[in-house]
């Protein structure tokens, strides 16, 4: 009786999930570490199966081709190939119930119908309209890219002549705000400044939000043609003082800005706020040694993994042909995984995507580009003031090594207007924490430190009097 009972209700279920329909609209979020990302998932019926698309709103990506949609039921498989992402879920009760895989991580995703709202943080710093200056959405053109950016420009007053900062984001795609885990620096920056009396324009990396171009493909060189038609905007501007255009660089930022000024006359000042002072290949081993340490890594972790990177990244540095570099990497880690146990090989993911995934993350664009680059080669030809500022906690681009790098490269070319400052207790971002370590930052209110927005303020407000 059992058996028979078992069989029945099984029957039934089965019957139900037939019944019930996938195609259409289907919103989850994925939560990690106390961040919320949305994604959606858009099906339609074809006469052979399935097709669906992909948008993930929080990252303003839309219409991600889906490779492989399939619904046997009650299970529905969503595959993301080129994003080695993986989406498995049981259909129950109009909901699916599933686990979403990326790289070997696993994350459980619940799908419904109904859509979930933007995940609200509490900012305390973050102003809100009306502002007590002027506010105005612009478009300027870069010619070399061919293409449009968007931007903010604020000033203290509608009327007038003011000094001006560019701001420049860090390294991944921005919007106008710096935006990143519930925090607006940029915004709470511009703030600041523009009540302080000294205007502001903030922008869009191309691709991201309502700048044009293609983010993807794009290297810190073309981020700094990008700052350099701000530039060439803001002179357009009646506004705008011409001999008092400064740029203020984040992160990445802080090696546009060195790369623009030192072949512009028109840059009177430069902000470094955690800028590179070492080459790349070099600050992403310090990095990755230090955000692992904070993360709980073993030694013998840290270890394998700074000779494993370190030589993928002496690869790079050396190589004189590209596909010579892929086919030299994909060699070296595939043969690091046959080395590899396999309870320590990540779920979902075969060896060769795995390394395929790493060779592409190595050698796009931005990254080689990036593990080459010297910020020396740039900062021995500034000739402007310099203000270049660090957090003593900052894992990101520790400041003992990068500040010395910067220092001494500015020295060498003779320039003595320099001034830095390494902040207690400070994080990358620029907020009072507790280890420095990446995780904080969205669990931390703060969006910038006011001493920091204080002593950067006042610096400018000094050159440009």
């Known amino acids: 009786m059992k058996k028979t009972a078992f069989l029945t209700l099984l029957f039934l279920t089965t019957l139900t999930a037939f019944a019930q329909d996938i195609t259409g609209d289907w919103n989850g979020a994925l939560k990690v570490q106390g961040i919320q990302l949305r994604l959606v998932f858009h099906i339609t019926k074809t006469d052979t199966g399935y097709t669906a698309t992909m948008d993930s709103p929080d990252q303003g990506a839309k219409g991600i081709p889906v490779t492989t949609t399939t619904f046997v039921a009650p299970t529905v498989t969503l595959e993301i190939a080129a994003a080695h992402i993986v989406y498995t879920g049981d259909l129950k009760n109009n909901g699916i119930s599933g686990i979403f895989k990326q790289g070997g991580m696993e994350f459980p995703m619940d799908l419904s119908r109904d859509a979930i709202g933007e995940q609200t943080y509490k900012r305390p710093q973050e102003p809100k309209q009306p502002y007590p200056y002027y506010s105005e959405d ?53 703030d600041y400044l523009t009540k302080h009396g000294i205007a502001v324009l903030r922008y869009d990396d191309r691709g991201i939000a309502q700048s044009k171009g293609d983010f993807k493909t794009a290297t810190t060189a073309d981020f700094a043609t990008d700052a350099e038609s701000a530039i060439a905007y803001l002179k ?37 706020l955690a800028g590179p002072g ?71 993911i075969t060896d060769e995507e795995n390394v395929a995934m790493q060779v592409n993350q190595i050698t796009n664009p931005w990254m080689l580009y990036f593990l080459r680059c010297n910020p020396a080669t740039a900062l021995e030809k500034v000739k402007c003031p310099v203000l270049a500022v660090n957090g003593a906690k ?55 430190s006011p001493i920091v927005l204080e002593e950067v303020t006042q610096w400018i407000v000094n050159r440009t009097k």
């Open 394 to 448: 900052d894992l990101q681009v520790p400041p003992k090594e990068n500040i010395e790098g910067i220092t001494k490269a500015l020295l060498k070319s003779g320039n003595k207007k320099v001034t830095t400052r390494v902040f207690p207790n400070l994080n990358h971002l620029f907020q009072e924490c507790t280890t420095g370590s990446p995780s904080e930052y969205v669990q931390i209110e703060q969006t910038i």
């Open 236 to 272: 357009t501007r009646k506004e705008i003082n011409p001999k008092k255009i400064g740029l203020m660089g984040h992160s990445e930022g802080g090696l546009v800005a060195p790369m623009v000024a030192a072949r512009s006359k028109d840059v009177s000042f430069i902000v470094l």
């Open 138 to 190: 612009i478009t300027f053109t870069n010619p070399k890219a061919n293409i449009t950016l968007a931007g903010t420009l604020t000033l203290p007053k509608k009327e007038g002549v003011f000094p001006v900062v560019v701001l420049i984001s860090g390294s991944g795609p921005q919007n106008r705000n710096e935006e990143l885990l519930g925090h607006k620096p940029f915004l709470v920056l511009s």
């Open 278 to 348: 070492m080459r790349g290949d070099k600050l992403l081993l310090l990095q990755q040694e230090l955000v692992a340490k904070a993360s709980g890594a073993t030694a013998t972790e840290i270890k394998d993994a700074k000779i494993m990177n370190g030589y993928c990244f002496d690869k790079v540095i050396n190589s004189k042909d590209d596909a010579t570099l892929k086919t030299d990497l994909t060699q070296y880690l595939t043969g690091i995984l046959k080395e590899t146990p396999k309870e320590q090989k990540p779920e979902g």
